[in-house]
């Protein structure tokens, strides 16, 4: 069955780093658009970044220049490199595999940073 599992989350100071990862099974990797959507409490999910199945990356205005996308297809993994982290940052971060119509979610992970 798919799954994807997102790590990496937790409590960071404004201004801090932290890497997200998001482990894929179950599906093609190599063939998947994969993507990172986050969910502040009391807002809907938004998207942070994606990268195509050939690498082309996309991020959000609010992102850009902090985050960096990218996907290791050997190890089915996508990540997130997430710097100079405001408090505006926190959210449930999830993961997001599609192929055309086919769209997986993982369980999300937490970031939370403190002012």
């Known amino acids: 069955q798919v799954q994807l599992v997102e790590s990496g989350g937790g409590l960071v100071q404004a201004g801090g780093s932290l890497r997200l990862s998001c482990a894929a099974s179950?599906?093609?990797?190599?063939?998947?658009?994969m993507g990172w959507y986050r969910q502040a409490s009391g807002k809907q999910r938004e998207l942070v970044a994606t990268i195509t199945d050939t690498g082309n990356t996309n991020y959000a205005d609010s992102v850009k220049g902090r985050f960096t996308i990218s996907r290791d297809n050997a190890k089915s993994t996508v990540y997130l490199q997430m710097n100079s982290l405001k408090p505006e940052d926190t959210a449930v971060y999830y993961c997001?595999?599609?192929?055309?119509?086919?769209?997986?979610w993982g369980q999300g992970t937490q970031v939370t940073v403190s002012s």
């Open positions: 179950g599906i093609i990797f190599s063939i998947y658009a």
């Open positions: 997001n595999a599609q192929l055309i119509a086919t769209i997986r």
